[in-house]
Nanobody, 120 residues
Framework: VQLQASGGGLVQAGGSLRLSCAAS????????MGWYRQAPGKERELVAS???????YYSDSVKGRFAISRDNDRYTVYLQMNSLNAEDTAVYYC???????????????WGQGTQVTVSS
C-alpha cells in the first residue's frame, strides 16, 4: 500500500492550496483518513481527519479555514486550505487507517509528506 500526497507549494499569506492524497495497492477498506503537519522544531500534529462516513475533526488552529473531504471510490483524501498564514508553514502528511484484508485490524499508513510554505 502506498499513499501519494500532492498539492503543496509556496503561497502568499491569505491564499489557498488544495492537498490530495491517494492510496493505492491492495485495499479492503479505509477507515479514518487524516492530515498531519510538522513545522521545523515542532512535533507532528493532527490537523484534520475524516471517518469513512464523513464525520470530521479539525484542530482549533485550522477550524473555519481548512476543509477535509474524501472520495471513497478513489481512496483519496483532500485538504482545502484557505486563508493561509505563516503559522501554517509545515510539511503535511496524509494518514490512513487501512485494512488490506477483511479479517485484520486496521493499520496506519503514511504518505511521504508535501511541503507547504506560506510567505508573509
Amino acid at each position: 500500500v502506498q499513499l501519494q500526497a500532492s498539492g503543496g507549494g509556496l503561497v502568499q499569506a491569505g491564499g489557498s492550496l488544495r492537498l490530495s492524497c491517494a492510496a493505492s495497492g491492495r485495499i479492503f477498506r479505509i477507515n479514518a483518513m487524516g492530515w498531519y503537519r510538522q513545522a521545523p522544531g515542532k512535533e507532528r500534529e493532527l490537523v484534520a481527519s475524516i471517518t469513512s462516513v464523513g464525520n470530521t475533526y479539525y484542530s482549533d488552529s485550522v477550524k473555519g479555514r481548512f476543509a477535509i473531504s474524501r472520495d471513497n471510490d478513489r481512496y483519496t483524501v483532500y485538504l482545502q486550505m484557505n486563508s493561509l498564514n505563516a503559522e501554517d508553514t509545515a510539511v503535511y502528511y496524509c494518514n490512513a487507517d487501512l485494512l488490506q484484508y477483511r479479517y485484520e485490524r486496521g493499520q496506519d499508513y503514511w504518505g511521504q509528506g508535501t511541503q507547504v510554505t506560506v510567505s508573509s
